[in-house]
């Protein structure tokens, strides 16, 4: 019997690397906002504040955090993205940096940020964490969500596998 993914009349599977990969990890970070920061010591929500060219994510933390104490002990990170109910499912694995580099603090720094740390951006806890990704995996629609909707509504009208899914490793 083939599988779901052999049925389609289109590709589905394609994988990423170079200047492709960090374009993907962009759009679809910004998409999803948040992420599972999950270190060998734990999990907890986080957002990345920036995806730069070389697809490095950047966080802000604070000094005394579990987070922090895990990361000195064990740098290996996963984060897991998920940007809708149904589409922009994402994970990369990493090695994390903590520093106290005040100039990217500063180009870091937003307002909402003083609830964590509520000395302003000056507040002597802050730290910054850069998430190198070294590969992950990511699944998506091609053409977005309402395209995806349609497709699948017309694949179960006439019987056939119309899944207008893109997914693929992620090679950084």
Known sequence: MNSIDQQQPESNH???????????????????????????????????LEVDDNGNLWFLSAADSHKNDELDANPAVR??????????????????????????????????LKTWFTQGEADPRITVIRVTPTQ??????????????????????????????IQGQLRL
């Open 79 to 112: 984060l897991y993205f998920q940007g809708s109910a149904h589409s922009g499912f994402l994970y990369l694995d990493g090695h994390a940096i903590v520093s106290r580099d005040q100039a990217r603090i500063h180009e870091l720094w937003n307002f909402a």
């Open 14 to 48: 394609c994988d990423l690397s170079g200047p492709d990969a960090v374009h993907r990890i962009r759009d679809m970070v910004d998409d999803a906002k948040t992420c599972f920061f999950c270190t060998a010591g734990g999990v907890r929500p986080m957002s990345p």
């Open 136 to 165: 992950g995996y990511y699944w998506d629609n091609k053409h977005g969500d309402a395209v995806a909707g349609a497709k699948i509504m017309a694949g179960a009208v006439i019987g056939k596998t119309l899944d207008d899914s």
